[in-house]
């Protein structure tokens, strides 16, 4: 691996997290270098989205998560946020009154670096397209570009990614790996959740699979050309 990975920015061990007195999370334990792109594969229900939601301070949490240095597991959401972590959630929170424009510039620059409207309209052109459209007229795939763009507008370079491409057409999910790529290329380092196994494939240095709340197994790029690595997460995904 090049040397750019050997410096870790998230390292999270015996992660344990609730939704009220349902115990969801049950020791994870990850970890994610600079400049990588890691996904969390697994079944619904299996904790992916409670993993980033414990990241984020999002749900009641107990273990230790290190970003950059930084102990988060008692901080804040807001102050987790300006550490330079982006967090685009499944739903997309939309503003359904608000335009595109107005959706994009609503989050607060917090760092230096974020990318400015005409990069944004560069990543995602469909959005210059649509600058005036309100958020109720957009697609599925123009949506999850607007949830994308405000947090790279913010100067977050940490993303936290989840189900990116779900319930979208085949060339909006090209489109959408297309600019992932790109941004890891650009520096950003990403944690996936990810259901579709051969867009995450196409695209990730390194796979943790999540069954039950737990980490049960780690699957690097190289690893998915041995035959009884895809055969474990084939059993593991049901594909």
């Known amino acids: 691996m090049p040397d ?21 999370l049950h020791g994870i334990n990850l970890q994610v270098n600079r400049g990588e792109l890691v996904t969390l594969l697994g079944r619904n229900g299996a904790g992916k989205t409670s993993t980033l939601r414990a990241i984020m301070g999002l749900i009641r949490r107990r273990g230790d998560i290190r970003f950059d240095g930084a102990d988060l597991s008692r901080m804040a959401t807001h102050r987790i ?14 503003f359904s009154s608000l335009d595109v424009t107005e959706n994009l510039l609503l989050p607060p620059v917090i760092r230096p670096g974020g990318m400015t409207a005409e990069d944004i309209h560069q990543l995602f052109p469909n959005l210059k397209e649509r600058a005036k459209s309100q958020g109720t007229k957009l697609s599925g795939g123009e949506q999850q570009m607007l949830a994308m ?12 990614l ?9 060339v909006i999910i090209e489109q959408i790996g297309i600019a992932v790529e790109l941004l ?34 780690m699957v690097t790029r190289e690893d998915l050309s041995n035959p009884a690595a895809t055969d474990r997460l084939h059993s593991y995904l049901g594909v």
């Open 162 to 170: 989840d189900e990116i491409t779900e319930g979208l057409a085949p």
């Open 4 to 24: 750019v990975y050997h410096e870790t920015r998230l390292r999270v061990e015996e992660l344990n997290a609730f939704y009220g007195d349902s115990h969801v």
């Open 81 to 94: 946020a300006r550490l330079g972590i982006g967090y685009v959630p499944e739903e997309r929170a939309i």
């Open 184 to 217: 890891k290329s650009r520096g950003y380092t990403i944690l996936l959740v990810e259901q579709n196994f051969p867009f995450a494939s196409r695209i990730a240095d390194r796979h943790y699979v999540v069954e039950h709340g737990r980490v049960v197994d």
């Open 149 to 160: 763009a405000r947090i790279l507008r913010t100067g977050a370079d940490f993303l936290l």
